[in-house]
């Protein structure tokens, strides 16, 4: 066990210390906001008030070191060779940081990889134990000379007694927030050892879980600010660890220093913007300075009398013309570099850079005939938000490279989506993913860290919530990505429809929901109007569950009747929603992705080893179940893989085509999932790899921003055509069918179809006798394409009669020719007759610009294989599959 005392004591104090640092229940007296106020003063007062702030520097900023004696910062990372080791064993081992205790143990050679089999089942007394980090290190060059010398910890996983040359400076208790010391009088010059001590996260809490007298729903992971999906979730692994999530950093300074600063827009209009940089600083002095707020070659001067201790100010400045930031397909998101300078007779106090967006967000939220409208305005402009729900990248969060935030942005992007919805079951994301969907223009609906419970509601529990929600709402106001802060994923709805409330008798539950509403409709709406830079606020993910009419007239909604209730996919044309933040299927991951969790006797469908990796309980019987409706039974576990990828794919497709169809009433799709955090059978369009499944093509065709949206409707095929362009469009639009040999059956052209764009409009219909023409609809496909005034095709879709199991699809070879080029190798495609989804496969890594496609009789169809390795034989390294082979 650690030694535990105030923060400051020896470890010889340490040993007779006893921990009186409870709240108690003074928590009931007061109403929420007043008393966390009096609770934790430094994170939130009520405007009437005088507010102080104690939260870190939030912003991405850049400081210079003075290679002379100066008055700006010193600010440095903490670079030294890290060891850890199971509590109280011998043996320290070297350990990366930032790092977890699992891969730390991996790199070392202690434990199998944990994603690899079973292991998972293997490695669960981790959990059960206690960790130790350490490290020495210097203090920085002229440290010591500082009249104030702080450590800054980030990222503490989760409970951690700190100690810096054998004295207890820190205990955490929040892996989502900060912690900042004052060390100067325990750093020495050289040989600082540097130790943390993580109490088990499980064994932790077990009193307080006991003490609470019932079991919350979501169980023990509640008691704990740590990322709740290390407990486990229906598509990810168990793996509660500890780590060092961020290396640690020293700061020293002697007069003036930054906490805080943010540069928002006080007024837009198109001739100017009025900028305002607040700023948050701490001084020791009572001086005038001078503050400079520049942009480019524009510069704002003023002079300020600062004041000892903590305050805030403010200076403003005008930019002439703005550019304003638009997300993906609504124009440029531009970005403007700012930064604050104070000095003081010539010399440099102390300065802040900032990347800017200027832009208005809003939540429109207004009464209608049929309910009420959920959608967002960007600079005052409607956005159908197409996009999807993201989770963390990795089970581990350190091993997600910037490289790896790189390439999924470049996905979404090239996927024609606008926002992303980060999961609030998951983590507040790493600045790299921030500044990527700032500079791709890529919308963030940003939950708070709460999903699927009900949380504590006792004072220390609010408080360590207080000073996380004030952190991130500091720490991400400045990206112009961020579109809303949401409290919560599911618990409203849980404890509303999903039977929680009948496991508590009448007091408990008029306590639990009086908790609920204080964190979620007082607590955080209050810190977002005050400090999140006019960014809204929404209570719950979704307003009302799916069992409530409302649930599809008012706010958005999760819609799980198609999966969980074995609906079947057509119901998502009737069930359309004001705005659909949740929906999906599920599928199994790139077959080369199971070949690296598995030996060859695991791969069927119910071995063990597949479903350690398949975590809903009901998910294979599932997949099973729809895959027979829509598709003939595959004849091997691999077929049955492809299959389960296109299932998704045509599923989910439909469910995005009636929500654009029925645009404006509807205006957001946002699938479940994005991405994977390790290898497994899930709902997500891209594997833990990166690998894309057939759902991620399909949806990058259906996000186009002009589409066609074919439906049948009392026997007469309609098509409906939706734009997300910011202006009018005009389309030509031609409806050919076809056999599956190839002979005409029919062939219509309509031009100067106008499209506006907050809408969606049928521009095309024929009765399917007519269009058939004696043809069979199990042998004919209709090729719907949309052409601008100049001829460029905008869109085209095939759309079939049947479903899959009852085309009539004959065997044919696809013969395919290979050119190497610049970017890897080019493949061409050509077949006599029709070939349902193509899959291509190569013998190396790499991406294909096109996959599990259909081609037309005699269709030419060019496919780019993108690869930085030189592929010795490429006639014979490329294979194709289609869904006749599976027969």
Not at 228 to 245: C, K, L, N, S, T
Not at 492 to 503: D, V
Not at 758 to 766: E, I, K
């Amino acid at each position: 066990m650690p030694l535990s005392g105030k923060v400051g004591s020896s470890l010889a104090e340490l040993t007779n210390y006893k921990d009186e640092r409870a709240f108690g229940n003074q928590f009931q007296a007061k109403p929420a906001v007043a008393y966390i106020c009096a609770l934790y003063p430094f994170v939130l007062q009520p405007p009437h008030m005088k507010r102080t702030f104690t939260a870190t520097l939030a912003l991405l900023v850049l400081f210079a070191h003075a290679q002379t004696p100066s008055t700006m910062p010193i600010r440095q990372t903490i670079q030294a060779g890290w060891e850890f080791r199971q509590a109280q064993t011998p043996a320290w081992k070297p350990a990366a940081v930032p790092g977890t205790v699992h891969t730390a143990l991996l790199q070392n050679g202690m434990i199998e990889d944990p994603f690899y089999r079973d292991n998972e089942n293997k490695l669960q007394w981790i959990e059960k134990e206690d960790w130790e980090y350490q490290c020495t290190f210097d203090a920085p060059e002229g440290a010591m000379n500082r009249k104030h010398i702080e450590m800054i910890f980030k990222g503490l996983d989760t409970y951690a007694h700190v100690y810096l040359n054998d004295t207890l400076i820190l205990e955490s208790d929040n892996a989502f927030r900060s912690w900042r010391v004052d060390v100067k009088k325990w750093l020495l010059p050289t040989g600082n050892r540097l130790h943390i001590y993580f109490e088990s996260p499980v064994k932790k809490v077990e009193q307080d879980w006991k003490n609470l007298g019932y079991e919350l729903p979501g169980g023990i992971r509640t008691m704990t600010r740590k990322p709740q999906f290390h407990y486990g979730w229906d598509w990810g692994p168990r793996f509660v660890g500890a780590g060092i999530m961020k290396a640690p950093e020293i700061q020293c300074w002697d007069d003036f220093i930054f906490d805080n600063v943010f540069i928002t827009t006080q007024e837009i209009s198109h001739e100017r913007a009025i900028m305002v940089a607040r700023f948050r600083y701490r001084s020791e002095v009572k001086t005038t300075v001078n503050i400079a707020f520049q942009e480019g070659k524009r510069r704002s001067l003023e002079d300020r009398l600062i004041r000892p201790g903590m305050h805030e100010d403010s200076v403003t400045m005008d930019v002439p013309n703005p550019k304003l930031w638009w997300c993906q397909g609504q124009g440029e998101p531009y970005l403007y570099d700012f930064s604050v300078t104070v000095s003081q007779n010539s010399r440099t106090l102390e300065k802040s850079y900032a990347r800017v967006g200027i832009r208005t967000i809003e939540l429109v939220t207004q009464p209608d005939d049929k309910g009420s409208s959920f959608y967002f305005k960007l600079n005052g402009r409607p956005v159908f938000c197409k996009g999807a729900n993201y989770i963390p990248q990795d089970i581990f969060q350190d091993r997600v490279s910037p490289e790896q935030y790189r390439k999924i942005v470049d996905d979404v992007v090239a996927s024609n989506m606008n926002m992303l919805r980060v999961w609030g079951g998951g983590i507040y994301e790493d600045e790299t993913f921030y500044q990527l969907c700032d500079a791709r223009g890529i919308l963030v609906w940003q939950d708070f860290m709460y999903a699927c419970a009900l949380y504590p509601g006792n004072g220390k529990f609010l408080k360590t919530s207080a000073a996380e929600a004030m952190e991130q709402i500091e720490r991400l106001r400045q990206h112009p990505c961020i579109a809303l802060w949401c409290g919560n994923n599911e618990n409203n709805e849980a404890w509303h429809n999903w039977g929680w409330q009948m496991q508590f008798n009448e007091a408990q539950r008029t306590q639990l929901w009086r908790d609920y509403q204080i964190l979620f409709n007082d607590l955080l709406p209050t810190y977002v109007a005050n400090e999140g830079g006019g960014v809204p606020y929404w209570e719950s993910s979704p307003k009302y569950g799916r069992g409530n009419p409302k649930s599809l007239t008012e706010g958005d909604s999760h819609y799980w009747g198609v999966w969980h209730d074995e609906e079947p996919f057509a119901v998502f044309d009737k069930k359309v929603p004001r705005f659909m933040s949740e929906y999906g299927f599920q599928s199994f991951p790139d077959w080369q992705t199971i070949e690296t969790f598995t030996l060859p006797e695991d791969r069927e469908l119910e071995t063990p080893v597949m479903l350690v990796h398949q975590k809903h309980p009901r998910g294979n019987a599932l997949i099973a179940e729809y895959l027979k409706r829509d598709y003939r039974v595959p004849k091997n576990f691999a077929d049955f893989v492809y299959i389960s990828q296109l299932l998704q794919a045509e599923g989910m497709r439909r469910g995005i085509e009636a929500h654009r169809r029925n645009k404006p009433y509807c205006m957001g799709t946002l699938y479940w999932q994005l991405n994977d955090v390790w290898p497994v059978a899930s709902w997500a369009s891209r594997d833990y790899y990166g690998r894309w499944k057939a759902l991620q093509y399909y949806t990058r065709d259906a996000y186009k921003p002009v589409v066609a949206l074919p439906v049948i409707e009392n026997d007469i095929l309609k098509v409906y055509a939706s734009s997300d362009l910011p202006g009018d469009t005009t389309l030509n639009v031609r409806v050919r069918v076809l056999s599956f040999d190839g002979r005409n059956l029919s062939d219509s052209s309509l031009p100067n179809m106008k499209i506006s764009p907050d809408s969606s409009r049928m521009v095309w219909q024929g009765a399917l006798k007519t269009i058939l023409n004696k043809g069979k609809a199990d042998d004919a496909v209709a090729e719907i394409t949309f052409t601008d005034n100049s001829g460029q095709i905008v869109c085209r879709r095939l759309y079939y009669f049947e479903p899959p199991r009852k085309l009539a699809l004959s065997k044919t070879r696809v013969n395919i020719a290979v050119e190497q080029v610049n970017d890897g190798y080019q493949l061409t495609l050509q077949s006599d007759k029709l070939v349902k989804n193509v899959h291509l496969t190569a013998e190396n890594d790499g991406f294909f610009t096109d996959n599990y496609f259909d081609l037309l009789p005699g269709e030419r169809k060019v496919v780019l294989f993108k690869t930085d390795r030189i592929i010795e034989n490429p006639a014979t390294a490329f294979r194709s599959r289609h869904l006749v082979d599976t027969y």
